[in-house]
Every structure is written in structure tokens, then in C-alpha cells.
DNA sequence: ATGAAAGCGCTAACAA
DNA sequence: TTGTTAGCGCTTTCAT
């Protein structure tokens, strides 16, 4: 059997108080019985039970991340970004897939409600919002990651989508560019981006052309469908911005396939900078979020509202950039 | 407060013994009482403390999966398959990213115990042997995933990588491909799929060339360089097979920039057949692992363990197959 | 069919 | 400085 803090108290001659108050470092302990009880503890290979602690009240150290699926490569990176940083604050994340459905979403914040995580970090998007609603009102912490939802009065770490989307398209028009087409999700971050689009148009000068706004699906099979129609327009654009990587990287097979040359007569600018951009050719021009820090905030946002109780509700964007790259130059 | 057990209990006139039973599904109960506390349970949303019930030495059932990193594609999707299928068998998956690093991976074993989890699933390689032995002492539920370890008895489920070898290269053999270099890594894996290569090589009555098997790290620069060496090679091969789509994608930009042109000068076959086969041009040759019968399987023989306590060992390999496109052809 | 009660391993208030 | 003890929320044995 593992021993447990009976074992330990037993072996040194002390009480199990003594013995936890050795492990948690609180209470006054003579350095004599402190290393006594250290020493039985080294001895015996002692771990003491996290879920022992948690049921008096103590944390479970988990966090909940719930993401929509790992194929989107941004993803992927999220949460490498969030498990590093979890490490570092002492949180272990239980990794839960939504694939978008709302029944997961809401199957999966019982479930680890249940397993009494300390918090939940949700990314990217969630469509559950009764479920939101609950947590919120159950004061569980949760904190958006790289998603918003304006209706709710709820913590969100994001970089800058609108911002990003004017960084990306006043790259394209000081290029030259004044036919640019984009291709969104329909999802908030997309949406930001497209707006910051229609912005830099406007700050232009130019009006918006409606049909030149297109909307696709998540898979690089329907980006590139959706970048086909831009391209097979009867007055193409002359540049392209994919409102994530998928459906850049979607538009430019698309171009490929109709041998229109890039970046000669297609600019592509892409958003989130994912490998893709490095492994494709020509490399993808793209607009950078700070992975690695929004990570990091987003932890110290949720830590600090588990363990501090803090409840200063709080919307963090941080600035994207843009990398630019060879899919982009001017007009010719 | 949540609710707890008591509180059904006391508002549905049972003892808590009765409330447990009618959770749990056993024991005799009348079909009055159990429809009185289903009601109740109901009324106050009440969710069971999982927590509470492991330490009646019921399970956690939460599995910690160790993997180097997020940022070899193929992790990705070995991730999002063991998920799936943990969803399917009613465990949630901690994860634990060891950047291949064995302090680290001492660190999250070492944790996950405390935590209680039921048992770990090791992915790709892992290089503390001594935790490992110690997980094996203590009886824990250990599987491999994608990764062997033949001097320990340790159960396993892997793609056959010795065959992937052995298919990558007669498929360049056919293709009329003798001079055929091999780029892999220091991993247990690769090491089976140049093993396989060498197989199929004498198979067909070649002689291996020591100096067309290279070793590189498992980042795209590091295969870059690698590619580079094997096509700068006085006499320069006709065929590389990268024993991952890293390697691969590294040797592809090495042609690229030497103004190789793949297929017609140079054919290239990777392994793992990730997202990166289709976005890179032209289409990646690459061997294709069954990952999402790998996360079943895994998680069949990990379960077994954890709740049927099993004790069989046993290595599973499963069959890869070639999925060929555009970056293979027949030796000009 | 139902309930009383012990106890999983730990923490913390209180006593000594 | 150290120990006693009550309980966190649940399961399970043994009575009834």
C-alpha cells in the first residue's frame, strides 16, 4: 500500500498535524521533528494525496481547457502556449474537444465540474452560452481564450482581431492593393477581423465591395472552394486576406490550381502565423498573435481568480503583427 | 453551497447509503424511492463529487498523457485521437508536455500520481527510463503509445515501423529508385523505419550506402540542413525518405532552394501523413499510421488495466499504409 | 428495501 | 511546539 500521512506520523513519533504541517510549511515545527519527519517522508518515497487535501477545501490544481478541435494548427499551439504557462503556476490542464458541439461543450463542463477543476480556460469559440451563463453564476472562475463575448460580463484574454485585421489590410493597400479581397469565419475573432478590414478600407478611401467579403467553413477543402469563387470573380482581386491561415493557405491552392502566379498577381496575407506560413511556398505573409504571452496572461488571469478569489472582470487584448513574408508585394 | 449527498438525502426522506445506491445503479431499491431521489437530484442540479468518491478508492478516472510537444503535427492529431477516445471510455486526458526533457517528465509523473490519476499513456519517446521502471514496480496502468521500449515489458500500441520502412522504400523501388537516401531521427521509431529501409534495400538486392543514411534534429531548419547534405552529395540520390513529414518537408525545401525539381529530379516520401502532405506542393508521398484506431486501441488496453486490473503484456502493432501523391515518380 | 456507521487521506481549529 | 479531533462527500458493509 502507498503510506499514507499516517504512516508517516506513526514512523517519525508526531501526529498527523505536525506531519501536514511539515508538508504545507505553515505552523510552527522544530527544525529536530521538521527533519525527523522529512527524513520518514524521503524514506518511505511519501506523496500525499492531492484529492485527500482538495476534499478539505484545498485546490485540485487542474484547469479545464476546452477547445474545438486539434486540427487547426493555431490550436495546437494555444495550448502548448497554456499548458507551458500552467506548469509554471503550478496547474495541470485536462484537455476536453468540443468539435463545436454545444451537447460536448456542455457535457464536458459537468463532467469536469464533477472532477472539481479549479476554473475552466474556453477557446476559440463556444456556442454553449446557457452553459456560460451557469458557470458565471456558480462564481466557477472562467476566462475566454482568444474569443470574446460581449454580452457577458466575462474575462477574456484575445489579441487584437480589429487591429489585426487593419494591420493586415494596410499592409495589402500601402502594397499598392485596392481590389482586396477577404475570406472570414463566421466566428467573433473573424469578424473583428473583417471589421478592421472594412476600417483600413474606409481610412482609404475606399469603398467596400460587398462581393469581395466571402465566408467559409474551417476546413482548407472549403477555403479553398471559397477562395476559387474570389478568384473566378469576373474582376478579380488583386490580393487576398485569409482571416486565419486554413483559409489562406485554402486561396492559394486555389490560385495555384488556376495558375495565377503568387505574389506576381495575388498578394495573400494570412492571420495567426502558424507553421503553415513557414512550410508552404511561397512562405505566407501573416499576421502574428503573441502566443506565448497571451498564454501566459491568461493563466495569471484565471490563477489569480481561483487563488485570490479576484473578481475585477477584465477584457485583455494584446497587439498583434504582422510577419511579412513572400506571399505579398506590389501591385503590378 | 453545492448540494451534497446529505442534502439529497434529508429533502428525499432516505439515507445517504440509499442516495448513493440510486447514483450508482446497485443495490435493491424500490422503485418509489429511486424515482423520490432521481426527483430530487434533479430539483437541485446536484452533481456528484468525483473527488470524493475516488477516495473510497472508486477512480479518478482521469489518465495523464505524456507527449514531447505540440509542435511535430502528427502530436497533434495522436492527442486529439486519444481524447476522442477517452471521451468514448468515460476518462478525461491531462496533459503533460515533456519537451523531451526527463526532469520534466519525472516532474509530471511524480505529479499525476499525487493527483491519482489512473494510469498514464507515454507517446513518442520518453527518456527516464528509471520512472518508467518505477511505474512498472508499483503496478500503475502504463501503456506506450507510438513508442517501444523492448528491454522493458511494457505494454505498447504502435504503428509497424519496420514495415512503414519497408513499404516507404519499395514504393521508390518500383518507382525505379536505386540510389535512394534515408534522413531519420535518434528515436526509437525511426530508427525501425531506416531499419525497414535497409530490409527492403537487400530485398531487392542493393547495397545500402552508409553515406545516404543521415541523422538530423526534429525541427524543419535542422531537416532543411540535413536534405541539403544528402543532395549535395557528389553523387546525389533520386529518392529521399524522410523517416517523418518534418524531415521530409526539410528535404523538399532543400531541393527547393538548389532548384531541384521534386518529383522529376528527386522523389520524396515522409512518414506519419499529417495535414502538412496536403498543404505543401507538391503533395507530400507520405506513410499513413491508423491514428484513430491507434487512440482506440490504446485506450482498450490502458482501460483493461485500470479497470479490470489485466495484467496481459503485450506489444500491438498495427499496419501503416503509403498514401501516394504528387512527390514521387518514376527515375528519369 | 433501507439505514447506521465506519472510514478513504488529509487539514485546521482548538487544546494542551 | 505539538497533538486531538472533527469532518470534507462519498461508498460499502452489516444490520434491520
Known amino acids: 500500500m502507498k503510506p499514507t500521512i499516517y504512516d508517516i506520523a506513526r514512523l517519525a513519533k508526531v501526529s498527523t498535524a505536525t506531519v501536514s504541517k511539515v508538508i504545507n510549511n505553515n505552523g510552527k515545527i522544530s527544525i529536530n521533528t521538521r527533519q525527523r519527519v522529512l527524513k520518514i517522508i524521503e524514506e518511505l518515497h511519501y506523496q500525499p494525496n492531492v484529492l485527500a487535501s482538495a476534499m478539505k477545501g484545498k485546490l485540485t490544481y487542474q484547469i479545464a481547457l476546452l477547445i474545438p478541435d486539434m486540427d487547426n494548427p493555431i490550436y495546437a499551439q494555444y495550448l502548448k502556449s497554456i499548458e507551458a504557462s500552467g506548469q509554471g503556476f503550478g496547474f495541470s490542464i485536462v484537455l476536453c474537444s468540443t468539435d463545436n458541439d454545444p451537447e460536448k461543450e456542455a457535457k464536458h463542463i459537468t463532467l469536469m465540474r464533477q472532477k472539481q477543476v479549479d476554473g475552466f480556460i474556453i477557446a476559440s469559440r463556444f456556442k454553449n452560452t446557457r452553459m456560460l451563463e451557469e458557470l458565471l453564476k456558480d462564481e466557477v472562475p472562467v476566462v475566454l481564450f482568444a474569443y470574446e463575448k460581449p454580452e457577458l460580463l466575462i474575462d477574456s484574454v484575445t489579441v487584437d482581431d480589429y487591429q489585426g485585421g487593419i494591420i493586415a489590410t494596410e499592409h495589402l493597400l500601402a502594397l499598392g492593393h485596392r481590389r482586396i479581397g477577404v475570406i472570414a469565419e463566421e466566428t467573433f475573432s473573424s469578424n473583428e477581423r473583417v471589421r478592421g478590414y472594412l476600417t483600413a478600407l474606409q481610412n482609404a478611401g475606399i469603398d467596400p465591395v460587398e462581393s469581395l467579403i466571402m465566408y467559409s467553413g474551417h476546413k482548407i477543402d472549403e477555403a479553398e472552394a471559397t477562395g476559387g469563387r474570389l478568384l473566378d470573380l469576373a474582376e478579380r482581386p488583386s490580393a487576398i486576406f485569409g482571416c486565419n491561415d486554413i483559409l489562406a493557405v485554402g486561396s492559394m491552392r486555389a490560385a495555384r490550381i488556376r495558375g495565377v502566379a503568387i505574389p506576381e498577381e495575388l498578394s495573400v496575407v494570412g492571420f495567426d502565423n502558424t507553421v503553415w506560413c513557414k512550410i508552404i511556398h511561397p512562405e505566407l505573409t501573416s499576421v502574428a498573435m503573441p502566443v506565448g504571452d497571451l ?30 513574408r513572400a506571399t505579398t508585394s506590389n501591385k503590378q
Open 295 to 324: 498564454g501566459q496572461k491568461v493563466m495569471e488571469v484565471i490563477v489569480n481568480k481561483i487563488e485570490r478569489g479576484q473578481k475585477i472582470n477584465q477584457r485583455i487584448r494584446m497587439f498583434p503583427e504582422i510577419k511579412v
